[in-house]
């Protein structure tokens, strides 16, 4: 999902705070196509990813393009009201219990020599590495690819070779989007969420993709594995309810000694 | 202008005897939020360094002065300035590190909120200090200890906190100190270039802030008596105290306060009737759409906006 924010503010410098609750919703769609319709969240992520898209594609039409050129305050602002609407529409529609989606994979495990492997764990990483490449294929070998790419490098020259930069934006959020939504598909068999998931989602997102580098999609990726042997790691030694601590300090360094991230190109 | 402050001052001194304990309930929040808010708009709003951790100073400013008092029998009336003072130094550090490294915009705001993330597991995490059950307060009803029978005298505390803070950001918008702040506000670069020390009044800002925020602590603990990790040093106390600067208008001597007016008895009014028809949280989605709409019709706020409308001339936003 960090690949799906690091789009988003890559290409158009918009902060997206409402990126947790986003997730979430993908997950909750996730859980309704599993028990009204049966389909499991391994084949319902297209769907997810789908709907997000149309989401995205909205929020950016509706709200994101008014202000794109108000400082960046503004934007943070705005999508945390957008976070707050779309976390307590979760919280009315699904209520605050904690859920989970039955996957058949979810109960499988599967040893490799002499590892223990949670199959759901497994296939949930494999289709994430398969959407990430496929994203990386998109950016870098699509002429629509190209065109985001443009504008994330240059609005005012993407604009003079006759870009539409509107609706470009539109495309990206949406695709951002899009990837939340699979993303909130794909571990919703494996994390219990609620409702107020969204914000720690959201902050745990901005943690990977700070340390990773703003607008890199390797450095999202490889941010969300150093956040997580981060986390693990001080789940280990330490006390588990500590390992976010971990994070957060990581977070702190990386802000101040390489605000653009490990990966990033250069500081704004 | 003056006269309808004092108007209302007066109005507000005397209403409480007309007041049932539930309205004064909601005043008495009206004033805190209003106070908060206040302390933040010094640095978030006059200086626009957005911070969005300022939950961590409510938080360490209440420990500090709950565990006092419990442990070591000091009044919370002395309490309170430790508490301040050391939300202070927090304040202190947050700010040299963003300034020193020149953190700007979004990853100021991330900054500020990982402090105040760290400060949240690190309290809940010291069972010292009460881990993630938190900090209880016996009542004992006397004035010594902070505690009151009687919620009018919560009510004029909180009125005064208020106006103290108000009092403050008057004095700072009147000096050289205040359009420094307005100026790196509106371009920090340009400021910068006009040999203006940045640094050092962003610092001065934040000082004065957390140790506003931090006083208002103590009156959070000794009016709830509870603390816990997840409430006071969470986001979403954060978002609280800035979202009614915001909405009132960030900057402005009347904004946070009117944003409070507007905001802390539609949010207690709404938190009622949708909790008892079972619709928990309905009360943040009027918060998102607020927040949303403001953003995006009345970015200044709607401090400025009321004050153009009455002044009835049409002067362009800047």
Known sequence: MAVGLTLIFGVMRVVNFAHGDMMVWGMYLALMLSTRVGLDPYVSFVVCAAALFGLGVVVQRGLVDRIIDAPHEMQILLMLGLALVLENLALVAFGPEPVRVRSPLSAATLWIGPLYVDVARLVTFAVALVLTLGLYLFLFRTELGRLIRASADNTYGAQVIGADVRRIYAAAFGIGAACVGAAGALVSPILPFQPPSGLSLSVASFNIVIIGGMGSLLGAFVGGLLVSVAESLGAVFLKPSLKELFSFSLLIVILLFRPAGLFGKRAS | ?318
């Open chain 2, 1 to 318: 202008m003056k006269w309808l402050a004092l108007a209302g001052l007066a109005v507000l001194l005397v209403l409480p005897a007309a007041l049932s304990s539930y309205a004064t309930t909601i005043f008495i929040l009206i004033f805190f939020y209003g106070f908060l808010g206040q302390a933040w708009n010094v640095v978030g709003g006059y200086a626009g360094q957005l911070s969005a951790g300022h939950a961590a100073f409510v938080g360490i400013g209440g420990y500090t002065a709950a565990l006092l008092s419990n442990e070591l029998g000091l009044t919370p009336w002395l309490g309170m300035f430790v508490g301040a003072a050391l939300a202070t130094v927090l304040g202190a550090l947050v700010g040299y590190l963003g300034f020193r490294f020149g953190l700007r915009g979004f990853y100021f705001v991330l900054l500020t909120v990982a402090f105040a993330e760290v400060c949240r597991i690190l309290v809940s995490n010291i069972d010292a200090v009460g881990g993630a059950l938190g900090l209880y307060i016996t009542f004992t009803g006397n004035p010594r200890q902070f505690q009151f029978q009687d919620p009018r005298a919560y009510y004029y505390l909180a009125l005064g906190f208020m106006l103290l803070a108000t009092g403050v950001a008057a004095v700072i918008e009147r000096r050289r100190f205040g359009m420094y702040l307005s100026a790196i506000r509106e371009d920090e670069t340009a400021c910068e270039a006009l040999g203006v020390n940045t640094f050092k009044y962003k610092m001065l800002a934040m000082l004065v802030s957390s140790f506003l925020t931090g006083l208002g602590g103590t009156f959070y603990a000794f009016y709830l008596f509870s603390l816990q990790p997840a409430t006071v040093f969470g986001i979403p106390l954060s978002v609280e105290i800035v979202i009614r600067p915001v909405i009132g208008g960030a900057g402005t001597l009347v904004g946070p306060i009117l944003g409070s007016f507007i905001l802390t008895p539609l949010a207690e009014v709404s938190r009622y009737y949708f909790g008892q028809s079972g619709l928990h949280g309905a009360h943040l989605i009027v918060y998102g759409a607020l927040l949303v709409t403001v953003v995006l019709f009345l970015p200044q706020g709607a401090y400025p906006f009321l004050r153009r409308l009455f002044a009835g001339q049409s002067r362009s936003a800047p």
